[in-house]
């Protein structure tokens, strides 16, 4: 079992940073892939960003490449995801996931077994 605990969000102007963090208990949690997702009001859950088990190989959405980054700290279990040169469009919930036995990340929400609560973004233009 793991549990998931976003914070970081809040509201900034466009072109702001935020950094998110997502805190995970369990003894696996160095040993599985995690991702970040994000869904608008009326809209589904969307891929942002995912980090392998080592942190040595991530993945990004086109939207934020170059903008956002993944990473995490097996010590601390936790995972960031550090966002820059933020615009309008990236305003919604974000929300951090878990897969039980997949040591990757995944594009797919369905991959993922665990999530947090999420953790509002709001980006002002």
């Known amino acids: 079992q793991v549990q998931l605990v976003e914070s970081g969000g809040g509201l900034v102007q466009a072109g702001g940073s935020l950094r998110l963090s997502c805190a995970a208990s369990?003894?696996?949690?160095?040993?599985?892939?995690m991702g970040w997702f994000r869904q608008a009001p009326g809209k589904e859950r969307d891929f942002v960003a995912g980090?392998?088990?080592?942190?040595?190989?991530?993945y990004y959405a086109d939207s934020v490449k170059g903008r956002f980054t993944i990473s995490r700290d097996n010590a601390k279990n936790t995972v960031y995801l550090q966002m820059n040169s933020l615009k309008a469009d990236d305003t919604a919930v974000y929300y951090c996931?878990?897969?039980?036995?997949?040591?990757?990340?995944?594009?797919?929400?369905?991959?993922?077994?665990?999530w947090g609560q999420g953790t509002q973004v709001t980006v002002s233009s």
């Open positions: 996931g878990a897969r039980r036995y997949g040591r990757t990340w995944s594009v797919s929400s369905s991959d993922y077994d665990y």
């Open positions: 369990g003894r696996t949690f160095s040993m599985i892939g």
């Open positions: 980090i392998n088990w080592s942190g040595g190989s991530t």
